[in-house]
């Protein structure tokens, strides 16, 4: 098996267990949404696992800054057989990890001293029961602030020695074990359980990876030695970076936390939620296109080859938005329909789905923002810029918060995800515009695909807004899937003829290559 038919290979099985990830995750909030609803003890939950999911998702998680500055620096000393690691190797793991468990084990122990500060500032408008459940569930869930920052470094580790499976398998104990709590416990009426199998579950992600990590010769035995130290000094300088852009991220949630606590209760599940819906497709579609995407933009900057970039961008983007627009038309023909198939049982009741339905629309207008913003960030990357959008991200912090001053009082919950597809689109703008500095994309062609997929699109909605109208309406499970997944297909085959009516390039591509293989099968067999 030559090296490129086995990263092809490693490729694929990443991508699965990453789809298989997602799943688990998605029906771990199906299950949450069940038993707790979108209420006082789902608000409070999801408040106080915005502090450890820091440390567990961002910084610890898998493309996070500990799992890559890991990778960066230990591949130099593992050796090329791959077997196990030598003396060199296991200082500088000592030495880093020491240093990791005494700095989050100190803020750990910060977290679960002043919970009650921090939850009053982060939750200021929310009632004192919420304020103090929210409390309880973050001192149960502050271990895991120290977990986390452990399960990153093992997830470089890992990697550098080519065992793809298990970090990118990991995340799914975790959910499995929130779902199998839940699930026991039914009668969690104030959460304790399910903050508990929240620590339970990062904990068996640590104890899943150790003993993969020693069989690689790595041993546990503190090191001090910090100073002095060229290899520890050049992790901490790619770590540091990665840590501050990975937080400006988690600031923006903070703020809708804020803002979002002097809504009524459930309105931070409901926008969790709608996130989550959100996420689940877009965050595949755009990671499946991207991932092999990067590499090719880097090399061609590296050669020069800018006509080149420019052609990738617009057939990569081309492609995405061609994706993203039907996306956005069934969110918003079908959101609510598609909340009540998904969450609506058990303590998840009709006011829930409302609240999550409106979250969900305003959040899906920013899908064609988002997939720009993520293509364009690559191209910066692939010029070894992560510094302008990094300083865009930060600046934007400000206009986060006063967009959701401006909407949130008028809007409500919608205010508040309609705030963040603003956000989006002004960072995506200034993202398009400061990268001329480098190079001159010529967005013309973009534009102009754009308005072309922009209008297949709108006339796929209003095609499918009549038959929607018209189809009859049965007030069963059964029978809203039904009419859901009828929607799905018919404005599946409705947009594809309307996207060849208005000549998307995209389409007329595929359209070209499917009749180009179907004349060659005729062929082959006359």
Same mark, same amino acid.
């Given at each position: ?131 103090? !459940?929210?409390? =309880?569930?973050?001192? %149960? /869930? $502050?271990? @895991?602030?120290?977990? +986390?920052?452990? *399960? ?13 499976? !298990?970090?990118? =398998?990991?995340?799914? %104990? /975790? $959910?499995? @074990?929130?779902?199998? +709590?839940?699930? *026991? ?342």
């Amino acid at each position: 098996m030559t090296k490129t038919t086995s990263l092809f290979n490693a490729a694929k099985l990443i991508a699965l267990v990453t789809i298989i990830s997602k799943f688990v995750g998605f029906l771990r909030d199906v299950v949450i949404a069940k038993y707790y609803g979108a209420g006082l003890v789902s608000d409070a939950y999801f408040y106080a696992y915005q502090i450890p999911a820091l440390a567990i998702i961002i910084l610890g998680g898998v493309g996070g800054p500990f799992h890559s500055a890991i990778v960066s620096v230990f591949a130099k000393f593992i050796p090329q057989d791959g077997q196990t690691a030598d003396k060199k190797a296991n200082k500088l793991y000592n030495t880093f990890l020491t240093s990791s468990f005494i700095v989050f084990i100190l803020l750990g122990l910060l977290i679960f001293l002043f919970a009650e500060p921090l939850m009053k500032i982060i939750i200021s408008g929310g009632s004192q029961n919420l304020v103090s !459940l929210s409390v =309880l569930h973050l001192r %149960i /869930m $502050s271990p @895991v602030f120290v977990i +986390g920052g452990i *399960i990153g470094i093992y997830y470089g580790i890992l990697i550098t020695f080519r065992e793809f499976l !298990l970090p990118n =398998l990991s995340p799914v %104990i /975790m $959910s499995l @074990v929130i779902i199998s +709590g839940v699930m *026991i416990a039914s009668d969690d009426t104030n959460g304790i359980i399910l903050a508990s199998a929240t620590t339970l579950g990062a904990l068996c992600q640590f104890g899943l990876q150790f003993p993969k990590v020693r069989r690689l010769g790595f041993r546990i035995k503190p090191n001090f030695e910090f100073k002095n130290n060229p290899e520890f000094k050049q992790l901490l300088e790619l770590l540091f970076p990665a840590i501050l852009s990975s937080t400006v991220g988690q600031i923006y949630v903070y703020a809708d936390m804020f803002f979002a606590s002097k809504l009524t209760e459930g309105a931070w599940s409901a926008i969790g939620y709608a996130n989550r819906i959100f996420q689940f497709p877009v965050g595949i579609l755009v990671t499946a296109f991207l991932v092999p995407l990067f590499p090719i933009f880097s090399s061609l900057v590296g050669k020069g080859q800018f006509d080149e970039v420019r052609r990738y961008f617009n057939k990569g983007i081309g492609i995405l938005n061609f994706i993203a627009f039907p996306m956005l038309v069934c969110i918003i023909l079908l959101a609510h329909d598609g909340v009540y198939l998904v969450f609506q049982r058990g303590a998840f009741g009709e006011n829930a789905t409302n609240m999550v339905t409106l979250a969900l629309i305003y959040l899906g207008f920013g899908i064609i923002p988002y997939v720009f913003r993520d293509c364009i960030t690559r191209v910066y990357y692939a010029f070894n810029d992560s510094k302008t959008p990094f300083l865009i991200a930060v600046s934007s912090i400000v206009l986060k918060v006063l967009f959701n001053m401006l909407l949130t009082e008028r809007f409500g919950i919608a205010g508040i995800t309609m705030s963040t597809t603003l956000v989006t689109l002004v960072n995506a703008t200034w993202l398009g515009i400061l990268l001329k500095k480098k190079m001159d994309m010529q967005y013309g062609i973009y534009f102009k695909n754009l308005l072309k997929t922009g209008i297949a699109a709108i006339m796929t909605y209003f095609a499918c807004l009549l038959i929607y109208n018209i189809t009859p309406i049965y007030n069963t499970w059964i029978g809203i899937a039904c009419k859901t997944a009828l929607m799905i297909v018919v404005c599946g085959i409705l947009y594809i003829i309307s996207a060849l009516v208005c000549r998307v390039e995209s389409v007329s591509e595929m359209a070209g290559k499917v009749y180009e293989t179907f004349r060659n099968k005729i062929g082959r067999i006359k």
